[in-house]
């Protein structure tokens, strides 16, 4: 069974940093891309970042880059979303997803941006 | 970046009756390799997103077959035959020949 467990989010001062992670299980993790989605209070899905199987090749949403870095240890199946200079807007449930067109879901992690 | 855009937002609909969404992208989904990354999720209330439809039409194993999708270049559409009281939720589209992936503002179906 395919699984994905998010963690890290919390509460962070705007200009803040947190770090997200993304454990995998039930599939070979080195063989599918990964992608970030968020949700926003209120809001609608929206794509954040997405990674390759090897990690060598990443793509961000105007929203985030520059501020944002997508990363994976596929020896460890996790991948990461660093996230630095947090605005208030950043506030959602950060969600994982397997491969490119998102088959699989993990539960999500709320990343709370507020002083 | 490819705009998507739902029509309608929010979709009250009675218990039995069939349900359709549209869905419409600002340029041609079809990738070089000849595919239409089109794909369409369901949210319900408290729960992770789900991927109900991949590449236009194709089913996801598990996903009840009142669930249909259909369409073509920027013009999509996801029905359901007859809606039953656990189909309430939003609904969204994706795309993902293009990076960014970009997602449809989202419809809301409710029971009546």
């Known amino acids: 069974e395919v699984q994905l467990l998010e963690s890290g989010g919390g509460l962070v001062q705007p200009g803040g940093s947190l770090s997200l992670s993304c454990a995998a299980s039930?599939?070979?993790?080195?063989?599918?891309?990964m992608t970030w989605v968020r949700r926003a209070p209120g809001k609608g899905l929206e794509w954040v970042s997405i990674?390759?199987?090897?990690?060598?090749?990443?793509y961000y949403a105007d929203s985030v880059k520059g501020r944002f870095t997508i990363s994976r240890d596929n020896s460890k199946s996790t991948l990461f979303l660093q996230m630095n200079s947090l605005r208030a807007e950043d506030t959602a449930i950060y969600y994982c997803?397997?491969?490119?067109?998102?088959?699989?879901w993990g539960q999500g992690t709320l990343v709370t941006v507020s002083s | 970046d490819v705009v998507m855009t739902q029509s309608p937002l929010s979709l009250p609909v009675t218990l039995g009756q069939p349900a359709s969404i549209s869905c419409r992208s600002s340029q041609s989904l079809v990738h070089s390799d000849g595919n239409t990354y089109l794909n369409w999720f369901q949210q319900r209330p408290g729960q992770s997103p789900r991927r109900l439809i991949y590449?236009?039409?194709y089913r996801d194993s598990g996903v009840p077959d009142r669930f249909s999708g259909s369409g073509s270049g920027t013009d999509f559409t996801l029905k359901i035959s007859r809606v039953e009281a656990e189909d309430v939720g939003i609904y969204y589209c994706?795309?993902?020949?293009?990076?960014?992936?970009?997602f449809g503002q989202g419809t809301r179906v409710e029971i009546k």
């Open positions: 990674i390759n199987t090897g990690g060598t090749y990443a």
């Open positions: 994706m795309q993902a020949t293009q990076w960014p992936g970009t």
């Open positions: 590449q236009v039409s």
């Open positions: 997803a397997r491969g490119n067109n998102a088959q699989y």
């Open positions: 039930g599939f070979t993790f080195g063989t599918d891309s």
